[in-house]
């Protein structure tokens, strides 16, 4: 395939794609209700985040080899750091005023301060960006996506494998030795190690999992295995949290996990038909995946003090954990959408311009 050929196939819609990210985002809304069984949460938290890097790393055009630092900085900043800032902004305020009562969260003793230190540092856990964690992601996918920028100019595939093979050493292991309760790097640039070798991996991926040959021969035998090495590296591993680090007991446990849980849900995405839930949801996540924290606070109040529902009876349930991932999603593809059509440049969009989620 060509380069001119493979761009083109990358600024229009791919449905199975559009599929993976509905996986993606309805597993990481699911974890964060905090109430779904543990089995589940493990094999959800082996996969999520590396996929989200690895997609971004997909939609990288060959053209990136022909750009200027400056002008691919600024983009980049307009794409991820301003829809960084708006949903700080709306997070810190419904926080401020509504959740942080709900959760009986103690008042910083300067709101100013505490606001604009966490959004400067940009990392979360272990009280960063406690008005809303998820916001990491948005800082941390900008330093990524610089890192990357430099890592494609390399010689060759050859000294790019070599580097990000040192790059998940450091990345994986720089963790095991560094206390992050008292020292993170900012703007999540010890977690970006790690996150740019997925996101190199789904920009070398890109060629055969758009390749129709591949998925011919290779898909079902692909199902199988990669399923198989998914459950059993998942549970060697145990749990882990990109967001603060944690990827696990076993370097090699953790990148097995995350590689053969991102093809093995790939593969699945394939054998659904283009759907328009899917569709809604998977090219929606750049607004479902930092709001719906804020939404859970409100769906426990209504069902303790309005459905008088027992606190008990929905700390750990997954009745509960699936109907407040369906509520969220009902409720920001819309808000997306409205975002979207009146209000882009509150996501970093141009008005009147197509814009592809990367």
Same mark, same amino acid.
């Given at each position: 395939m060509s380069s001119r050929a493979e761009e083109k196939s990358i600024t229009t819609r791919i449905p199975w794609v559009d599929n993976l990210r509905a996986f993606g985002i309805l597993s990481i809304v699911l974890v964060h209700t905090g109430r779904i069984d543990g089995r589940l949460d493990l094999y959800a938290t082996s996969f999520f985040m590396p996929l989200f890097f690895f997609l971004s790393g997909f939609f990288v055009k060959e053209s990136i080899r022909e750009e200027k630092f400056i002008p691919f900085a600024k983009i980049k900043a307009q794409r991820l750091l301003i829809p960084y800032l708006t949903f700080s902004f709306i997070s810190y305020v419904l926080w401020f005023f509504l959740i942080r009562k709900f959760k009986e969260e103690p008042l910083p003793s300067d709101p100013i301060v505490h606001f604009f230190s966490?959004? %400067?540092? +940009?990392? +979360?856990?272990?009280?960063?960006?406690?008005?809303?964690?998820?916001?990491?992601?948005?800082?941390c996918l900008f330093v990524t996506e610089l890192i990357f920028f430099f890592l494609i100019r390399l010689p060759s595939r050859k000294?790019?494998?070599?580097?990000?093979?040192?790059?998940?050493?450091? +990345?994986?292991?720089?963790?095991?030795?560094? =206390?992050?309760?008292?020292?993170?790097?900012?703007?999540?640039? =010890?977690?970006?190690?790690?996150?740019?070798?997925?996101?190199?991996?789904? #920009?070398?991926?890109?060629? #055969?999992?758009?390749?129709? =040959?591949?998925? %011919?021969?290779?898909?079902?035998?692909?199902?199988?295995?990669? %399923?198989? =090495?998914?459950?059993?590296?998942?549970?060697?591993?145990?749990?882990?949290?990109?967001?603060i680090g944690n990827f696990g007991k076993n370097y090699f446990y953790f990148y097995l996990a995350s590689l053969s849980g991102i093809l093995f849900w790939a593969q699945i995405s394939r054998l659904i038909k283009p759907n328009k839930v899917f569709s809604e949801i998977g090219k929606n996540t750049l607004v479902i995946f930092p709001l719906h924290l804020l939404l859970f606070p409100f769906f426990t109040g209504a069902l303790i003090y309005v459905f008088k529902v027992s606190k008990t009876s929905i700390e750990h349930s997954n009745i509960v954990a699936l109907a407040y991932t369906i509520a969220s999603v009902l409720i920001l593809v819309p808000v997306a959408w409205i975002l979207n059509r009146y209000m882009p440049f509150l996501l970093g969009r141009k008005p009147n311009r197509k814009n592809i989620v990367q």
């Open positions: 966490n959004i %400067m540092y +940009g990392v +979360g856990g272990y009280g960063w960006l406690n008005f809303n964690i998820t916001l990491w992601f948005f800082p000294s790019l494998g070599v580097i990000l093979f040192v790059l998940s050493i450091i +990345g994986y292991f720089f963790f095991q030795v560094i =206390d992050i309760e008292k020292f993170r790097l900012p703007f999540g640039v =010890d977690v970006a190690l790690t996150a740019v070798v997925f996101y190199a991996i789904g #920009y070398l991926a890109r060629p #055969y999992l758009l390749n129709e =040959d591949f998925k %011919m021969w290779y898909q079902w035998p692909l199902v199988l295995l990669a %399923m198989l =090495d998914y459950i059993l590296f998942s549970n060697l591993n145990k749990e882990s949290a990109f967001v």
